[in-house]
């Protein structure tokens, strides 16, 4: 058995030893626009991709700048190498945890130049959380006992084809990385 994996683009992916050299835009986004938010317990298809655009989206509608929109449009980029894990499963895997830190630091460190401060990561936090807030009470229809985050783009949950999300993801990631904005 191979002990890397082979991306869409063809890259042989070794994730137990990441080489952001490896790291490919497209890859991301793809792969982003096909996995499931919830392990797929949802009651309609809403990937990965498309809540990680919802939060790019956020954080420039509040004022947060290209560099943080662009950490939240890539902050789930892990799981197109290492799979999306619930978040109650991943608390008890700490090892996973490390290697989730580590790979996504390789793609801070590859597309925004460096990993993120402790501001910036509290950020990223504060909107993550507060889609999740959203995922768990539209698309599990779990509710919630904190109140609804207040926030300037709300999630549309309508199905969409991966092919528009990929795109999508793909061009507001060329909006957001290019310096002349």
Known sequence: MAEYIRTYSGVRFYPTEPDSAGFRIEDIAHALSLICRGNGHVHS????GEHCICCAKEAQARGLGN???LACLLHDAGE?????IPRPFKKSLPEYRE????????IFEKFLG???TEEEQQNLKKIDDDFLWYDLEILLEEPQS??????HVKPDYRVRPFEEVE???LDLFRKLSDPGI
């Open 80 to 84: 197109c190498y290492l799979s999306d």
């Open 99 to 106: 290697q989730e830190d580590r790979m996504l630091d390789l």
């Open 167 to 169: 795109r999508e993801y």
């Open 45 to 48: 298809f809403w990937s990965v």
């Open 146 to 151: 904190l109140p609804e985050p207040a926030v």
């Open 114 to 116: 460096s990993g993120l």
């Open 67 to 69: 560099r943080m929109a």
